[in-house]
């Protein structure tokens, strides 16, 4: 971590941002289209806060053989890269705007748990929906703690890059000494 920390710039920053607008602005709109025109449905189990596994095995069964492989895919596709982007680019935003404080090292963990969850929850639901509808005890169970987690360490991780960035525009000197 240490070495991350004093190797992030704001170039760095930049470059991870327009990545992750780029990400959000091209690919999440179109996949987010085909998968509701394919399961009828715009509901999905990484859109949602919380579900229980009655709730995601009955998303299971409503999404059918074609929109769970098609879930599956999906995840493995385009889901593996955009939690690295969104979760790098947090990161990174919050070493900038802590860098010179003692809690750094630990706020920029936080984006990174949420990337860590994130891929946890894709891999519990992609193997509900691929054994579908044989049950697998308890990793539905698993799949909605991952969710809840992975939103509340994202909700924790943008209130921090925003305390970040508002650190930095109240010190501007910060931005000309770190490029």
Request: no cysteine.
């Amino acid at each position: 971590m240490n070495a991350l920390i004093d190797k992030m710039t704001w170039k760095t920053v930049s470059v991870l941002g327009i990545m992750l607008v780029l990400f959000m602005v091209l690919i999440l709109p179109h996949e987010a289209r085909l998968l509701s025109d394919i399961v009828g449905s715009q509901i999905s189990p990484d859109t949602s806060l919380y579900y229980t596994k009655a709730a995601l095995l009955e998303m299971a069964d409503n999404y059918g053989q074609i929109g769970r492989n098609y879930y599956i895919i999906s995840r493995l596709r385009f889901d593996v890269v955009f939690p690295l982007i969104y979760g790098l680019f947090f990161a990174s935003v919050i070493i900038m705007g802590f860098r010179n404080t003692r809690y750094v090292k630990y706020f920029a963990w936080i984006p990174l748990l949420t990337i860590g969850f994130d891929y946890l929850e894709n891999l519990a639901v992609s193997i509900v929906f691929f054994r579908y509808p044989e049950p697998v005890m308890i990793l539905p169970h698993i799949a909605g703690v991952m969710t809840l987690l992975k939103w509340l360490t994202l909700t924790v991780s943008v209130l921090l890059m925003v305390i970040a960035l508002i650190r930095v525009l109240i010190r501007p000197q910060r931005i000309k000494k770190a490029f």
